[in-house]
């Protein structure tokens, strides 16, 4: 499957499909190609590993050139820069934009105890490890 994604990347760095889109979710080239990065840097082939490091170097470069248009874009690009070992000198500023576009009156505001809880899924990036220490770094498959 990671050989066939990797072989599905365009030029650019980016995954586009196309009409095989399932709108809302999966419409955009952001989170297709944050989730085919995260597919490559964990299952990718262990043979493979440079070319699998050079597609996700690319699709890292594509994602933090990417104009976010919405909520889920902005969420994607974030998380995708993040799997992809972006470090926090680019993390932080797409995070702080993440919480700041976030409103009071957003859907199942009234389930959240405060703005803070609200805020709390998109304010966890402002502190990152750094990428020599994370766990998600390529490794071999069925590697722990």
């Known amino acids: 499957m990671a050989a ?5 990347q365009s ?3 980016s995954w586009h499909v196309g009409a095989a889109a399932r709108p809302p979710a999966e419409e955009g080239d952001i989170f297709r190609t944050a989730v085919c990065l995260r597919a490559l840097k964990v299952y990718g082939p262990p043979g493979r590993r440079q ?3 050079d597609r996700i170097a690319r699709a890292r470069q594509w994602l933090q050139a990417a104009t976010p248009a919405t909520a ?23 995070a702080k934009t993440i919480v700041a576009h976030q409103l009071p ?12 809880m609200r805020m709390r899924p998109a304010s966890r990036f402002m502190r990152f490890p750094s990428a020599s220490n994370r766990s ?9």
């Open 72 to 94: 889920e874009d902005r969420n994607m690009q974030l998380l995708g820069l993040y799997w992809g070992g972006a470090g926090a000198k680019i993390l932080k500023p797409l």
């Open 11 to 13: 030029a650019n760095g």
């Open 105 to 116: 009156d957003e859907p199942g505001a009234s389930m959240m105890a405060s703005r803070k």
């Open 136 to 144: 998600d770094r390529i490794r071999p498959c069925g590697a722990a």
């Open 51 to 53: 070319e699998m490091e």
């Open 4 to 8: 066939n994604i990797a072989a599905s």
